[in-house]
């Protein structure tokens, strides 16, 4: 059974809007929304638009729609509000202004007139000794004096926190306890010179805040916790947090060669499962095995069930590796889940254009009602259909070359005239009846059903494989599937 935390359950899910989603970062939010879901608490989607560099609106509004096509819904955010609006950091920005003055005025941070090149030098130096090449400290103590001459100088100061003389342990809801040394976790900016707000100041204050209780993040994050856990403790002291939020950190999603799935990585865009067909239960049931499992026997279960059963404690903290075949094939069971009905709509977008190669009044909605049954039990993505079912709309079958080459061997010729006398007498109402047709073809040559269907395929799809051959055959109809095997004979007699 699942722990149940002690207090109402909040948590956050803060995307920066930057490029397009990527499905570790749907993999995060994932995991937030099943934490909350389960233990029936409060999920807030809050955007880290601080950098507007690389901030985009277009992202945004990508990212709001990607999240609702998944149906991982939020309960405070952009569009849906909440008592802790703005949910967006770049309307924020004067409480960032306000906490950061606070933090100096109480001691907890000061001014750092350090230049680019110093801080090289020292932290070579550092590194040459043996020494942690961290921050050193220099201006944690500046005279009235020293500040003067920097300021004589022309220098600009970032802000930096404070880090206390001690060891920071706190207990990871992924990987149990975890231990800091002060060597290693040394003073840290929270300003820029230009006076915007670091991601180091602006998330745990909005997580004070919005009184966020459980902090569920990417593993790359881990080492900025200790520094986060002091300043909350400097933000309690200010009164504007209340209590230090219990933190999982996910393991890392590796991608091809054992390095970590990158947004540079083709295979990790959101766009690209979703162009390709994946529903969203299917892709969302993939990402939750990348680090979690439902039980030891069952891999294809639906959102709610993952809910009725999500325990951060059974998190993995080893590396997940994303599997592309893997996540096709659950995907291909979700999709054989669907009821016939529910599988001939989410089709719809790949039988039209741009997708369908087909003109919009050659598409027989009678002869697609008729084989999308068929379709179902074969599909692991919904794009793949347009190709399964072109044979139907076209006018006549694709030229696929290689297939061509493949099926048409010596002796095809003679194998098809067989096949097209067979079929030509054959009762059209019944696959099976086709089937025995081009069976006793196959037998007059001496071949067995395999071989004798390949050439008889090929002559009236295009390809060599697709979907069930006679059901496809009795789709088509007979006039149609006739007059494309005389047209492979006549290619072969030229």
């Not at 975890?178 to 929270?190: A, K, R």
């Not at 590396?319 to 009821?339: M, Q, T, W």
Request: charged share 25%; aromatic share 8%; net charge negative.
């Amino acid at each position: 059974m699942a722990s149940a935390p002690s207090t109402d359950v909040r948590v956050r899910f803060c995307p920066s809007p930057t490029g397009n989603p990527h499905v570790g970062l749907v993999r995060t939010a994932l995991f937030n929304w099943a934490f909350a879901r389960h233990h029936q608490g409060t999920l807030v989607l809050r955007i880290e638009d601080t950098d507007a560099a690389r901030d985009s609106e277009e992202s945004y509004r990508q990212l709001l729609d990607s999240l609702r096509w998944l149906g991982l819904d939020w309960d405070e955010g952009p569009e849906v509000g909440g008592p802790h609006a703005p949910y967006r950091q770049s309307q924020r920005m004067d409480v960032y202004a306000d906490v950061a003055r606070r933090l100096k005025e109480a001691g907890h941070a000061y001014d750092c007139y350090c230049s680019a090149e110093e801080l090289e030098d020292r932290r070579a130096a550092a590194r040459a000794a043996g020494r942690p090449s961290g921050y050193d400290g220099h201006c944690r103590d500046l005279t009235a004096e020293q500040t003067a001459a920097y300021l004589a100088e022309g220098r600009s100061a970032i802000v930096r926190f404070r880090m206390p003389d001690k060891t920071i342990t706190f207990t990871d809801l992924v990987r149990g306890e975890l231990t800091f040394t002060p060597d290693n976790v040394p003073d840290y900016g929270i300003v820029r010179a230009n006076g915007a707000p670091l991601y180091t100041l602006v998330n745990p204050v909005d997580d004070a805040l919005m009184g966020i209780t459980h902090v569920l993040r990417g593993e790359d994050l881990l080492s900025s916790t200790p520094r986060q856990i002091a300043l909350y403790e400097a933000l309690i002291g200010l009164g504007v947090a209340k209590q230090i939020p219990d933190f999982g950190h996910l393991p890392y999603v590796m991608g091809e060669g054992n390095k970590k799935l990158s947004k540079r990585d083709p295979e990790s865009s959101l766009n690209l499962y979703r162009e390709r067909g994946f529903l969203p239960e299917g892709l969302l049931n993939y990402l939750s095995l990348l680090g979690w499992s439902y039980s030891a026997d069952q891999d294809v279960f639906s959102p709610a069930e993952m809910v009725a059963r999500f325990d951060i404690a059974d998190v993995n903290a080893n590396p997940a590796r994303f599997d592309l075949k893997k996540a096709e094939s659950i995907n291909g069971d979700h999709i054989r889940l669907l009821s016939p009905e529910a599988f001939a709509a989410a089709c719809t977008p790949w039988l039209r254009a741009p997708h369908a190669p087909w003109a919009p009044e050659d598409f027989d909605e009678a002869a697609w009602q008729a084989i999308a049954p068929h379709a179902q039990t074969r599909l692991t993505v919904l794009s793949d259909i347009t190709a399964n079912v072109d044979f139907l709309f076209l006018p006549e079958p694709v030229a696929d070359e290689a297939s061509w080459a493949k099926a048409m061997k010596e002796g095809s010729d003679a194998l098809l005239r067989t096949a097209r006398e067979k079929l030509a007498g054959a009762d059209w109402t019944s696959p099976e009846a086709l089937k025995e047709a081009v069976l006793a073809a196959g037998e007059a040559h001496g071949l067995k059903l395999g071989k004798a269907q390949a050439p008889v395929r090929v002559a009236v799809t295009g390809r060599t494989v697709g979907l069930p051959l006679f059901e496809s055959l009795q789709v088509l109809g007979r006039d149609r599937a006739l007059a494309r095997i005389d047209a492979a004979l006549a290619r072969l007699a030229a």
